[in-house]
């Protein structure tokens, strides 16, 4: 047994996702990534004395269906708190948050990892508030806290509508992490409540990291890791992490309990150890905000826009469907990909060659083309339409190809093509053999080569017979009966 | 009852207040006073009496999700104490190292 697996990691996720709306979460100011710096900054946001914030509407329906997305419970009634603390990219000095009555409570994260193994993870909150401004720290060599002088600051983020999700700690490998927050990543993305982009911010995350010896219930000192900007950092940190923390133990330390900042490029950890006391935020209701009351009509009406989730499609794909990992996660990863091959399974009910077709040709023209497959003139009825002229062996594989490439240029249903121009295939055996005979007659050289023991012009000559029968003679005939004539 | 204790130079130092040692003892005793009198609302029998987090009765005040006016940001940046080109600058952030 090593080192490594005398031990269980256990780690607990938190993440922030900054949801998609058109405004802030208390006031009109535009909620954009990217804009000229404080430009989108308003007396609500900057927390000049008297402004007022009254909370959008969207931002709220968002974290409801987030939450029924994830199976948590919409509590009837939930506030806004103030959590107080200084920061300069915090303009009012506190952070309006929700302390004890969040908009949904519970739920349960599932995920699929890279060899199909599905996992869980519960969630212990989903709770909704505001992001802070941007600082940039400057006067020190490189950007960091660390040797700055002074830092510049951006308040175009403060306010922006946020959601913070807190798991329980009940992931055990860097894996794991991972695959967790991609399920929620696609899960926010399919809901369409956030553009859930790690490389502008919009999910951030930290992790807990403990250790414990193998079959130890009781939950060892943790660290906290910050600072990981995209799912590679996450899955380097945690690995970095939970190795440093054996070590120590090994080595008959003991874990401190510590923030530690990830340095992507140095690929360690660092503590960032503060030299304030401990947080003590003294929450209390907000006074300016009135309380959320939620009742079952709302909840219903927006359980019902919640659309067919990622881990939904995984298990039907890879179950009913028979698809792996690798075809089930391109379907899904592919913006609008997975609903047009829904339909086109809808339609044909043959997943498998609907899955050929989607991810074969259709994926290869889409990519050559830059346009998405939905946004193509190919429809999932046509789709079906060239599946089942496949299935009755109406036409071989080598017409299949050149209809998609039709389709896909906006030719329109590929039955009506093959009927029009019939293209048909031909599997009677007299109209072959007619092909078969000509060829043999004009290819004799090849013909004695054969008879000679070199078999492989075969080939040559199947090719010979379909040309002459313009592409539609059944191959496996054409094959079975040139060499019933040779021998 | 005991009058209730608050520790001053705490709560002072959480909001960044600077007092002296006669202010951390005369604050000291006026906000026990104000605890004390909020106190006898302990002596009321409040069993029947849900909790609440806002005396105002309405609820679920929300706005449409529309953008509405920003402000200008040479305006915004007039009331910064200290700017550097379109930002606010600030001090160097206490406590991280
Ligand atoms: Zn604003």
Redesign the interface.
Known sequence: MSVMEKYEAVIGIECHVELK???KMF????NVFGA????????VC?A?PGALP???????EHMIRAGLAVGATIPTFS?FDRK?Y???DMPKDYQISQFD?PITQGGVIRYWLEDGRIGECRLTRIHLEEDTGK?????STDGR??G????????NRAGVPLMECVSEPEIHSAQEAVAFLESFRRTLLALGVSDVKMEEGSLRCDANVSIRPLGATELGTKAEIKNMNSFRSVQRAIESEIARQIEIVESGGRVVQETRGWDEARGVSVS??????AH?Y?YF?D?D?????IGAERVNALRATIPPLPIERFERYTGTYGLNVKQATQLIDNGSLAEFFDACVRVSKNPQSATNFVLGDLSRLANESGIAVSDSGVSPEHVGELIALVESKTINSKIAKDLVERMWKGDGSPKAIVEREGLAQTSDPSAIEGFVLAVIEANPGPVAEYKAGKTNVAGFLVGQIMKASKGKADPALVQSLLKAKLE | MSSPKIDVAYVAKLARIALTDEEITRFGSQLGDLLEHVAALEKLDVSAIAATAQVVESRNVDRPDIVGESLKRDVVLSMAPSKQGAFFRVPQIIGES
């Open positions: 709306t058109e405004s006031c009109g100011c535009r000229e710096p404080n430009t989108n900054v308003c007396p900057l000049l009254v909370p959008n509407a969207a931002a709220i506030k107080n200084f920061y300069p009555m600082s940039t720290h400057a006067g806290i660390a700055s002088t002074f830092s510049l600051v951006d308040y960032m150890r503060s030299k304030e006391q003590d003294r209701p006074p905000l009135v309380p959320l009351e």
